[in-house]
């Protein structure tokens, strides 16, 4: 089966740290998104691990152990304007090939001053 | 920056009735997809598209929906005869390949409510 597991909310402080975890279980691997959404809004592509290790773009990291099926993503520096889901999303092998990415239910993070 | 463009970005339709999702995925991509995404849920995966042809749909995408790619910019959904739990955000996205390496972007999204 497939099954992809996250915080359903976290709550932080602005200018603080925080790790969205993640863990999956997945019939097939082939790389591991990671997507912002603000409510009512379009999913905007923040990072993509596919080799074990951390992935570092600017306030935003991303960690991956496939042994383990777990990723996180690591927010520095928080502003306000990062409420919102962060989607953790694996990128499936299927029969057609690597074209489906499964979507974990998302972590809601309200930054507070 | 290169984006996925969606119309219409909001739909009200009556329960029954057929519903035309449009599409113009980036440029120089080649694979499209639909996904799609109940308030209040997860994002759902409907339908990849290359070549002119489904590559990959889920059991969600029945008879009911179909896809088309009519000319060299335009990628449709068509729901042929909506009920009431199509209500949803319908993301249409777009990729440059399907390997791992490639990045799906996804549009602004069409919100179908049907009544």
């Known amino acids: 089966g497939q099954n992809i597991d996250q915080p359903t909310e976290m709550t932080a402080t602005e200018g603080a740290i925080v790790q969205i975890n993640c863990t999956y279980q997945t019939s097939g691997f082939n790389g591991l998104f990671w997507y912002q959404q603000h409510a009512g809004e379009a999913p905007t592509f923040l990072s993509y691990n596919v080799l074990d290790g951390l992935e570092e773009k600017g306030r935003f990291s991303s960690f991956l152990s496939r042994s383990k099926g777990y990723s996180y993503l690591l927010l520095k520096e928080l502003q306000m304007k990062d409420s919102a889901s962060y989607l953790c999303?694996?990128?499936?092998?299927?029969?057609?090939?690597?074209?489906?990415?499964?979507f974990g239910a998302g972590t809601r993070l309200a930054v507070h001053p | 920056e290169p984006e996925v463009t969606q119309t219409p970005s909001h739909q009200v339709t009556q329960m029954g009735q057929e519903v035309i999702l449009r599409c113009v995925p980036i440029s120089n991509h080649l694979y499209f997809y639909w996904y799609r995404q109940i308030l209040g849920q997860k994002v759902e995966f409907l339908v990849s598209?290359?070549?002119?042809?489904?590559?990959?749909k889920s059991e969600i995408f029945d008879d009911q929906f179909s896809v088309e790619r009519p000319d060299g910019s335009n990628f449709t959904l068509k729901i042929r005869s909506t009920k009431l739990e199509d209500s949803a955000m319908y993301f249409c996205a777009s990729s440059y390949t399907g390997d791992s390496g490639n990045t799906i972007y996804f549009g602004e999204g069409s919100w179908l409510t049907v009544v």
């Open positions: 999303a694996v990128r499936g092998v299927t029969s057609g090939g690597y074209n489906k990415l499964i």
């Open positions: 598209f290359y070549n002119n042809e489904i590559s990959e």
